[in-house]
């Protein structure tokens, strides 16, 4: 009877062990299932032209920043008075959230964590409505450092939230004046493929 038992004890705890990996499996399975990928913003079919990335190149960095843009009021070539963009300064988060590179400026530019660095100038822009910054595209200078910016070629700002001074007027009797808004955008980074 002894035998018995040992053989039944040996038996459940096979069955259990078999219905646990199988159970568990298939929550796995399922739970994969719907999990849905992270978009992909990069994708250029929904950009304007004017900030569409050339051929030969693909996506190294996808990241999303929050950040200030600070404007002066000053008298401009293009016109009488203009809130001017003074300096930008943003954290930029990588897709899984972890902060990865800094910006500022002027000139634009990039540093990320791992040391690798890079400048950027404006070389195309989209509106992106009246109270929104512009999309963008820069193309990067040569980087400075080995790392996540190393050979980088382009940067894409697009998705772009606040960072347009709309309500408060600029004229002679506040040349000076200055304003600090806070913005969103996503910066996408491009390479030679």
């Known amino acids: 009877m002894k035998s018995t038992h040992t053989k039944f004890r040996a038996l459940g705890k096979s069955l259990l062990c078999t219905t646990v990996m199988v159970t568990g499996t298939a929550l796995l399975m399922a739970a994969c299932a719907g999990k849905q990928p992270l978009p992909r913003e990069f994708s250029q079919d929904t950009l304007p032209m004017a900030i569409g990335v050339p051929a030969g190149h693909r996506v190294v960095l996808e990241t999303t920043a929050t950040g200030i843009l600070n404007y002066e009021c000053r008298a401009t070539p293009a016109g009488p008075f203009s809130w001017t963009l003074v300096s930008p300064q943003a954290n930029l988060l990588d897709r899984t959230g972890k902060d990865v590179v800094a910006y500022s400026g002027p000139p634009a530019t ?18 992106n409505g009246d109270f929104n910054l512009p999309m963008q595209l820069a193309r990067a200078e040569p980087s400075i450092g ?9 940067i894409q700002r697009i998705k772009t939230k606040g960072g347009v001074e709309k309500t408060r007027p600029c004229a002679a009797s506040n040349v000076g004046e200055k304003v600090t808004l806070p913005y969103q955008a996503d910066y996408i980074f491009w390479r030679p493929v």
Not at 110 to 127: N, P
């Open 146 to 154: 080995t790392g996540a910016l190393q050979n980088v070629s382009f």
């Open 110 to 127: 990039w540093k990320h964590v791992d040391g690798s660095s890079i400048t950027g100038t404006q070389i195309a822009v989209a509106s």
